[in-house]
């Protein structure tokens, strides 16, 4: 068949341009900001029931300025978004009240930094641009220059105080009333609302009742994300910082797997995001262009603290259970999968009991150390479910590296024969 060339397009490059910009591109990351813990990202993906609470809370501020003082508790576990929510809101909020000619100011101060009550109003002042004389004010000179400054402005303030809990334990509940003025009707003081972050509110148990009634009721509760609710939000923060082509739904859906809330993990999207970044670092460090599911499982033994390390959950593991963990490991490192089927695991141990002289269990006993592996939490074993032939149990590792693994079990099982164990 004869090869008819198109019309050289004028977008052609010479191929040492090509190659040029292939070896200058940086293989992941196009903004590793993106994935810092401090950004805050332009959507939240999951989080718009609370965002719209949130506006609900506060829409005083643009429609009556002044009314009153404004307090929400915004409580979940860790990585859920609390400190995200609050700042993206702060952010849209202000922009949208200055469209419609309201000046509202959006302080955000980390009471884990900042523990004393002066240091709290310190920065609170800083951030409010509130120029503080050279001289030392006491809390209360400092706080009243704020509600003064705010006045003279005609602005309205609305201040998180993060991780409340630490303030609030340090320096005690007088510091907190002095803060809150839960009592204070004083007009001047309606120039301040709060948004106080706390990841339990059993922890405020010290608020007197009216406090704490109040805050109560006036909660925004952040439930701990599910794996589909973070492999929307990894997909949309990797599109952020990292190359197309860099990553795939499958890694993506591995992390997700892992930390969901649903499937057993922490729901904690930090912890996610953090185990991306590192698998991304680990690809990039060894030159590669894409992220493997072996850097995920990399990622996550190193990054996730509450893993055993293997080596003393399986210590006392009988050697069957080992030659059935041994063989998972060697065929994810074979296959490259995420997963696999019971049925190809079983395969593999019979060829591993032959590769040891062992004499391989029935599937019964076989299907027993699998369930046992599982309920100690170092494998995953799930139930196939819809979408695949008949039901099968699905088995995967979310640790690594296996290569590492398969030394050491190999080394234990050798041990454990020779000991006749
Ligand atoms: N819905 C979301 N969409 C995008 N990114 C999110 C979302 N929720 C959390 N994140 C990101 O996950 C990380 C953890 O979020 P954040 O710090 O707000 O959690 P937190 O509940 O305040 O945690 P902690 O209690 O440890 O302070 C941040 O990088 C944040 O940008």
Known sequence: MSESFGVVSLENKDTWKIIEEELEKPSIFKSRESLSPEY???????????????????KHLVTTPGSISQR???????????????????????RLAAEKGYKVRYAHVNCHRNRSLYNVIADIGRQLDVPVPPRGLSSKEMY???????????EYAVITLDEFHYFANISGPDAV??????????????RLNFIFIAIDPVKLGFLDPTTEGYLLRHLVKLNPYTSQQLFDILKYRAGESMYEGSYDDEVLKFIADFEGWDKGGGGNARHALEILHVAGSSAEAEGRSRITIEDVRKAI???????????????????????????IVKLLRKTGRSELKMGEVEDEYNAVCEFYGEVPRKHTQVYEYVMNLSRAGIIQARSSGKGQRGRSTLITLPYGPLDVLERYLDELIRKKIQLGL
Not at 72 to 94: E, M, P
Not at 146 to 152: K, P, T, V, Y
Not at 310 to 324: G, M, T
């Open 40 to 58: 805050i990202p332009g959507q939240l993906p999951h989080r718009d029931k609370e965002l719209k609470a949130l506006a609900s809370y506060f």
């Open 144 to 154: 009243d220059l704020i509600l003064n400054h705010l006045d003279e402005r005609d």
């Open 72 to 94: 929400v508790l915004i409580t979940g576990r860790i990585g859920t978004g609390k400190t995200a929510l609050a700042k993206v809101f702060g952010r849209d909020f202000t």
């Open 301 to 327: 033994m190193s990054t996730s603290r509450e893993i055993l390390t293997v080596s003393e959950a399986i210590r006392d593991s009988p050697i069957h259970e080992l030659l059935i963990l041994l063989s």
């Open 177 to 190: 009333y002095f803060i809150v003025r839960t009592y204070d009707a004083e007009e001047l003081f309606r």
